[in-house]
Structure formats: C-alpha cells, structure tokens
C-alpha cells in the first residue's frame, strides 16, 4: 500500500490514507479522461516486473516493451494482497484506486483472496469504486453488505450512468457513496436511491473543463434535501453559485 493524494481518503487521525491496487494498475472501460491511464504511462514500468503474454499481445493488442501495468490492463499482484494484515494501525485503504476490481478481466477468484483479507482486517476502512457494478456477482451481493467497514460505490459522470446507482441500490450495503467525478453533464439521483455519501469534483488535466455550476449546485440542494453528506473536490472553482462543503462523512 501506498499513501494517496485522493483527499477523501483520510485516517481516523486525519492523516492521508492508502491506495491499494491488488489488481495492477489497470481497467479496460477506456475512459478518455482517466487519470489512472496517465500516469500508468508515466511510471508503470517503474513500479510493475510483469510483462504481456504472447496471447496478450495478440488478443488485446499490448505493447510487449512495456508492463501490464504500463499497459493498464488487470493482472495480479501477488505481494499486495496481504498487505493490510501488515498495517496494525486503523487505516482507511481506497481500494483499487488505480484500477477497477469489477472488470471484466478480472476473475472471481482474485477478488475472493482480496475478501478474505479484508473480512479479517475490520480495523480498517475500504472504500470501493466501480464503474462496472453490473459484474458484482450474486455471492458477493450477500457478502459485502456484512461488512459494516466497507464502502461501495458508483462513478456517474453523466445521467446516462445512472443505471450504475440502480445497480448498486440491490447490495443493499450499510455504506455506499456515489462519486461524480469528472462530473461532465447535469446528474439527478433518484430520492429513493440516494447513497451515504456523495463526492463532486471536476474533470483534470490539459483541456480539461469545469462543471457547469449548475450541475454542481443541483446535487448540493438535493443532497442538502435528503441530509446526504458531499464532499467538494478541491479541484472545483469556487464561482457562482457558491458551493459548500459539508462536513467530512465518518468512515467508521
């Protein structure tokens, strides 16, 4: 594990918390705007040893010179899995921050180790980002809600993702959130489906654009409507309408 920069990612004591990515650096949804994608091309080949099988190469077209976590594609990091048994200290851990623990190639069987260290680890936190929550299976539909120390969550980048909440609303999970980041397009949640804990931030890097302040205002006065705690990305501009920060959610 590794400290992050996510700034919603934070320890009990307040400290920056840990990303965690069994999985490699790595997602086959192909985002145009991924952060993750960057700067896997940037250092993967710094932090990876493992390189693109034959059939790899052939079947999805990766670049053999350079690391599957270069290449962002999912594979197992053998060494990461039982990292959080090492960290004694209660730590809030994003896990597969670099990465997405429901794609498509990645097997169940991956996902069941990472399970068992983190049914046996309650002293932290996990928080969990998908954008493919249709590939929870049924067993761990049952599985997750138990744990009242993890977070699921949906990206929604636009409306038309909102199909993602409706996916994540049949866990039935003690703690959900729901990250609208880059938020690219108005996003209305239904009333009956909203999560513990919503997070806004803007889009990053070269040409990137700012929400409209609509956008974001909307989600703050109906998140204000049914007492959901926001977190405001600091990479929003504070303009017209002005955006409040509600106090940061408890993990715990």
């Given at each position: 594990m590794s400290r992050?920069?996510?700034?919603?990612?934070?320890?009990?004591d307040g400290s920056r918390g840990f990303g965690l990515n069994p999985f490699g650096w790595g997602c086959t949804h192909d985002c145009s705007y991924c952060y993750a994608n960057t700067d896997a091309k940037r250092f993967g080949d710094f932090i990876c040893n493992q390189y693109p099988t034959e059939e790899?190469?052939?079947r999805y077209g990766l670049d053999p010179k350079h690391t599957l976590c270069w290449n962002?594609?999912?594979h197992l990091h053998?060494?990461?899995?039982?990292?959080?048994?090492k960290r004694k200290k209660p730590t809030t851990v994003f896990l597969g921050s670099m990465s997405d623990l429901w794609d498509s190639h990645v097997p169940m069987a991956w996902r069941q180790r990472m399970w068992?260290?983190?049914?046996?680890?309650?002293?932290?936190t996990y928080?969990?980002?998908?954008?493919q929550p249709q590939l929870i299976t049924a067993f761990e539909a049952k599985l997750l809600p138990s744990?009242?120390?993890v977070w699921v969550g949906v990206t929604l980048n636009r409306q038309e993702d909102i199909w993602r909440v409706e996916q994540l609303d049949r866990l039935i999970c003690r703690h959900t959130l729901v990250s609208c980041e880059p938020l690219l397009g108005p996003v209305t949640l239904p009333i009956t489906r909203w999560p513990s804990w919503l997070i806004i931030g803007a889009q990053t890097g070269a040409g990137a654009n700012q929400p409209e302040a609509s956008w974001v205002q909307t989600l703050l006065d109906d998140a204000d409507f049914v007492n959901v705690p926001v977190f405001v990305k600091d990479n929003?501009?504070?303009s017209e309408p002005k955006c409040r920060e509600l106090p940061y959610l408890e993990t715990r």
């Open positions: 992050t920069n996510v700034e919603w990612c934070v320890n009990p790899q190469v052939a962002f594609f999912p053998e060494e990461r899995i039982e990292q959080p048994l068992d260290v983190v049914q046996i680890t309650p002293r932290h928080i969990i980002l998908t954008k744990w009242p120390n929003l501009k504070r």
